[in-house]
């Protein structure tokens, strides 16, 4: 599957911004798919993940109330609305996609977790 996220901008502190990940090749529906972030200088890291119904989502602690992970499989879409922005969400993000594996509920905030990757979309929130 191929992964291409957009969305990332320039934006204020307070502000919104909603990141898509369009998929295309193998079948979005059958994947489990996570957002991760890496600023400048430091690890890449777990954002958000939602299992490939839907049925269950996951957030880091930091985005929580902030955050909300959605997909739509009709459109091969998966999206990250961010509300609430502060200067720390600087990063760029990226979508990934994971094969469903039977212990993914245990693994979903390890980026090793993911087999496909989009190319990354720059979030600047300046203070």
């Known amino acids: 599957v191929q992964l291409q996220a957009s969305g990332g901008g320039l934006v204020q502190a307070g502000d919104s911004l909603r990141l898509s990940c369009a998929a295309s090749g193998r079948a979005f529906s059958l994947f489990h798919m996570g957002w991760f972030r890496q600023a400048p200088g430091k690890e890449r890291e777990f954002v958000a993940a939602i299992s490939w119904s839907a049925s269950s989502t996951y957030l880091e602690d930091s985005v929580k109330g902030r955050f909300t992970i959605t997909r739509d499989n009709a459109k091969n879409t998966l999206y990250l609305q961010m509300n609430s922005l502060k200067p720390e969400d600087t990063a760029v993000y990226y979508c990934?996609?994971?094969?469903?594996?039977?212990?993914?509920?245990?693994?979903?905030?390890?980026?090793?977790?993911?087999?496909?990757w989009g190319q990354g979309t720059l979030v600047t929130v300046s203070s």
């Open positions: 990934a996609a994971n094969l469903p594996s039977p212990n993914y509920s245990s693994r979903y905030y390890n980026p090793n977790a993911y087999n496909y």
